[in-house]
């Protein structure tokens, strides 16, 4: 099947060409425009903002609810409102840029549209951004925000001073963006509607393909074509990093011309990560695995592991490889390995809040497919060996947990107990929406012999974790909606 990747939205619905990748998209000059952001609040989204007003853009943008995203940009000299309407589009707008969110009634769009204005979606204003420069692209189902910004780490610290943009938070690197001084532009690079198909990458890294987005895939033999297709963009000159353990890989690389590399855990892969988790490794390295890098055989870099998990462990290594390839040292890379602190969202360390007769640990996480949460929970359990761990999961999406419901129900086999709140309503019909519930997720749990319970709203689940919380437990909160706020409220939450 012919993957078909989003076009920009056409001023004259008239002339809306079939749908396809900006082949012909330039390089854009944006110097004195007047850029206007749908959807300024996202992590992506304010980056680019911030990435246009460096290449000389005059920047507003909208959104639905006040952050502190939102009053970031607004410190910065961003103007924004709060109101998503035809009044919101400046009277001297040059270009609206919109998030992957906004479709094309939203009335915005739809006065841009009546205007004449270009309509760009954000993958598209990025991928443009990219020509004539040394652009990196990080795509997967998985890992994708960490090695992004792993990679931005490492190749700031080594001197080289890229421009980054990923879709989280990641202190170390000014948050969800950096603008350097060098042509570098790392970023992330999402499957999601196709989108990575409007970048334009010199060096692009291909984590993993499984089934997600099924909303927008009708299955998995589309998701590695939209990945072949996205390869297929990089150039004779440039270079692709790709899962040597993947069964699709073959399939992806066939009949591209650039230089593709491999990189996993088995022996064969170009570049061999290696993890020694031993117990006395562990005790001596303060519970910080430690990693091996090898070249076809030859040992080029080590390093501790900044966070648990062989996954991690593969992240950095992707993006070791990767800052390698761009002209770091390996030894200053292994030490930008070590000193990085994580991101928002990602296996991150809430607190131990008091609970009778002790404490307990909260771990907060963006999981939300299948793979993501059984990897995670499984590096969780081995890191901080508690007495019990409970996950509270909230499913993200309705058609995602249609979808994959039998590879959500096995993904739970290291937590003792699971709670799961209503499942977060994003880009779904409401027709969606009635076909599925948290309580089947639930129920299938429960058939396989996991303690789960749905419990809502989530200041429920709060009062709920107060009262079954034991000295010793893991609470793991999971998933891509606002679950986040049951991991801070019961840190916060008094005893």
């Known amino acids: 099947m012919t ?124 991928g ?11 795509a997967g189902t998985h890992g994708k925000s960490s090695t992004t910004s792993l990679l931005g780490h490492i190749l700031i610290q080594c001197g080289l001073d890229p421009s980054v943009i990923v879709g989280a938070n990641c202190p170390q690197i000014g948050g969800g963006w950096h603008v350097g001084q060098s042509d570098f532009l790392v970023a992330e690079a999402c499957e999601f509607d196709r989108s990575f198909h409007n970048l334009r990458p010199t060096h692009a890294l291909i984590l993993n393909v499984e089934e997600d987005h099924l ?20 150039p004779e000159h440039g270079s692709l990093l790709i899962n040597h353990e993947m069964p699709h890989r073959l399939t992806i690389c066939a009949g591209l011309n650039c230089k593709v590399e491999t990189i996993g855990f088995a022996p064969q892969a170009d570049w061999e990560v ?47 490889v990767t800052a390698h ?57 081995r890191h901080y060996q508690p007495q019990r761990m409970i996950c509270v999961f909230q499913p993200h999406q309705h058609s995602r947990t249609r979808f994959l419901m039998e590879q959500f129900a096995a993904s739970f086999s290291e937590a003792d107990i699971v709670i799961v709140p209503e499942i977060y309503f994003v880009r779904d019909s409401e027709q969606e929406r009635q076909a599925v519930s948290a309580n089947d997720l639930v129920l299938r749990l429960r058939r396989r012999g996991q303690q789960a319970l749905h419990v809502h709203p989530l200041e429920a689940i709060v009062e709920q974790l107060r009262m079954i919380a034991r000295p010793g437990d893991l609470v793991v909160t999971m998933g891509a909606g606002d679950v986040w706020k049951v991991a801070r409220d019961l840190v916060q939450a008094k005893p």
């Open 128 to 138: 443009r951004l990219m020509i004539g420069r040394t652009g990196i692209a990080v």
């Open 3 to 126: 993957s078909t990747p989003t076009s920009a939205i056409p001023a004259n619905p008239a002339a809306a060409a079939p749908a396809g990748s900006d082949n012909q998209a330039q390089a854009i000059n944006l110097a004195g425009k007047r850029l206007h952001f749908v959807g300024i609040g996202g992590c992506g989204m304010s980056g680019l903002a911030r990435m246009a007003r460096h290449a000389g853009a005059l920047c507003s943008g909208s959104d639905k609810s006040d952050t502190a995203t939102i009053q970031a940009l607004r410190s910065e000299g961003f103007p924004i409102v709060l109101e998503q309407s035809a009044q919101s589009v400046p009277a001297d707008c040059n270009l609206l840029v919109i998030s992957a969110a906004i479709n094309s009634e939203h009335p915005e769009v739809v006065a841009a549209r009546k205007r004449g204005l270009m309509i760009l979606k954000y993958a598209q204003l990025l």
């Open 274 to 320: 290696n993890v020694d988790t031993r117990p006395q490794t562990l005790r001596t390295h303060g519970l910080r695995p430690q990693v091996s890098l090898h070249h076809r055989g030859q040992k080029v870099a080590s390093w501790e592991s900044p966070l648990p998990g062989d996954h991690m462990a593969y992240n950095a290594a992707a993006a070791a």
């Open 325 to 381: 390839r761009l002209g770091a040292a390996w030894e200053k890379i292994s030490s930008a390995i070590g000193s990085f602190e994580g991101l928002d969202r990602r296996m991150q360390r809430i607190g131990q809040p008091r609970v009778d007769g002790g404490t307990i640990t909260v771990v907060d996480d963006y999981g939300h497919h299948p793979t993501e949460i059984d990897t995670t929970l499984r590096a969780l359990r």
């Open 215 to 234: 909303d927008v895939y009708p299955n998995l033999d589309a998701i590695i074509q939209a990945f072949a297709t996205f390869a297929r963009l990089v």
